[in-house]
């Protein structure tokens, strides 16, 4: 076992690395940066056998990851951010015709405003796209997961691609200790890459992403939410082993001090750390507080949700993006839709976009206004958790007319 | 392309596979975008290869020993009727396409 500081970035590099990846095609975008210029030293140097493609867009880097996965090695890249968006209609054609690409994305708001900083508004925008996203805590999982990724993608029962998430400069440029898994078990662990459904080889041609016409779109459509269903299984089989051959723990959902919560609280991502704190230290005070984390948003997994929440009858839901236009965000409909039988409250949150900081006084309001709720002592409810008093006084502009 | 459709016929065992895709390239040749074809007056013909040099897609080829002097590739002519307007004979017409 050894270890190494690695920030997420370089983790997520190096996850690529122990994979093997024959094909890179990757656009810089901050705060990925850093993904593609590890790459293409590793490449360099010889550290890793790969064709580094250099393309001049996101929607190309895509593209050719997609079609050399097709031709039968395993290719990946990584964006953020607007790079994500302009990928958008690669994305659900690598989903569509089933090849299964490993792809970090780096979460960064999309502009405008011009951000460069945390914000999970970009995968969110993905999420039906037929992709699974995984949402990673620290650095370490970053790596795991991107590994794990590997497996279940390829795995003949899903074939399907897949995101890992992590957020920017909180994970992405946050230098974390990392235990580096030996390549052979790795090699062990997620195979060889081989086409599992169809293939580009020119001795035995075939038409990819033909035009398809109303008679088949929703069979296909349905084999696509079928692969995601399985994937819950292939996902379980796989984290036990993972713990099995590297002895780290992973779960769909993790629940954290939940069992006897009065009150729970779903979040996403680099914040769980500090909600985790959060959690112990008003244990400390006797205040019955639980966390559930989502690892897997996609397949989203209700069922775990259900079980987890259990008896505590107000939750509260974190959403990193602003769910503009909706009654509440992402997550948050996820959650409702999960509970839409059980009697529980279910409350919704935004914050920490833009990279604003999810501190532990954000999380500590949260948690005691949802504690007042459960004990009838308000109704009040702050959406908006960490909202400056000022919003529609920010700014001013002189304006010659 | 037609050696490619050959193999494609030649598998014989089927597999069941996920997600849109073809074996069999119904619409490979452009030609079959066309709904109108050019129709050469061979008697006007000067053989001048102004229609050969302006096709956009390269399927005119002039023979000037051949009677039928202008050559087309229908497998790949969409008929978009740019020959018809440079020449200058006037000797091509845009007539319906037959299927």
């Known amino acids: 076992m050894s270890y190494k500081m690695l920030d997420g970035n370089t983790a997520a590099a190096e996850a690529l690395k122990l994979g093997r990846v024959k094909v890179i095609a990757s656009y810089p975008i901050t705060p990925q940066t850093v993904i593609p210029e590890t790459l293409s030293e590793m490449v360099e140097s010889g550290d890793l056998d790969a064709q580094y493609v250099r393309v001049e867009s996101e929607h190309s880097a895509l593209s050719v990851v997609t079609c050399a996965a097709m031709a039968g090695v395993r290719a990946s890249t990584a964006t953020a951010s607007n790079g994500l968006a302009l990928m958008h209609e690669v994305v659900g054609m690598t989903s569509g015709n089933r090849v299964p690409v490993v792809m970090p994305v780096v979460n960064r708001g999309i502009a405008a405003p011009w951000s460069l900083w945390c914000e999970h508004v970009d995968t969110m925008c993905e999420r039906d796209m037929g992709w699974l996203q995984f949402y990673c805590q620290n650095v370490q999982e970053v790596l795991d997961l991107t590994l794990i990724a590997f497996r279940v993608s390829e795995d003949a029962r899903v074939l399907l691609p897949t995101m890992v998430c992590l957020d920017g400069f909180f994970l992405s440029h946050s230098m974390q200790k990392v235990t580096m898994p030996e390549q052979e078990k790795v090699d062990q662990f997620i195979g060889e890459y081989k086409n599992k459904n169809v293939y580009l080889d020119p001795t035995d041609p075939m038409f990819l992403s033909d035009l398809t016409g109303n008679e088949e779109y929703t069979e296909m459509r349905y084999q696509q939410k079928l692969a995601l269903d399985a994937s819950v299984t292939v996902l379980e089989e796989a984290f036990k082993e993972f713990e099995k051959e590297f002895g780290r723990k992973y779960e769909l959902v993790e629940g954290y001090m939940t069992q006897d919560a009065d009150v729970v609280l779903v979040a996403l991502g680099s914040m769980c750390g500090t909600a985790q704190y959060v959690v112990n230290q008003m244990r400390k005070e006797g205040k019955k507080v639980g966390l559930l984390k989502v690892t897997v948003f996609r397949p989203f997994p209700a069922e775990y949700i259900r079980k987890l929440v259990g008896s505590a009858s107000v939750v509260g839901v974190f959403d990193r993006s602003a769910g503009l236009g909706g009654d509440g965000g992402p997550v948050f409909y996820e959650i409702c839709s999960a509970l839409r039988n059980q009697p529980t409250q279910v409350y919704h949150y935004v914050g920490g976009i833009g990279g604003r900081d999810v501190r532990v006084e954000t999380i500590e309001m949260i948690y005691d206004e949802l504690l007042a709720i459960k004990a009838g002592e308000t109704t009040q409810h702050t959406e908006w958790i960490d909202l400056k008093e000022d919003a529609l006084e920010l700014r001013e502009v002189i304006k010659n007319v | ?99």
Request: with cysteine.
């Open chain 2, 1 to 99: 392309m037609q050696k490619q459709q050959e193999n494609a016929m030649k598998t014989t065992k089927k597999y069941k596979v996920l997600g849109p895709v073809a074996t069999q390239f119904g619409a490979a040749t452009t030609g079959n975008w066309r709904l109108e074809r050019p129709d050469v007056d061979f008697s006007r013909c000067t053989k001048c290869r102004t229609c050969e040099r302006n096709c956009p897609t390269n399927v005119i080829e002039i023979k000037k020993d051949q009677e039928e002097c202008v050559v087309i590739n229908f497998d790949y002519c969409k008929g978009c009727g740019v020959c018809t307007n440079v020449c200058p004979q006037q000797c091509i017409n845009l007539i319906e396409e037959r299927r």
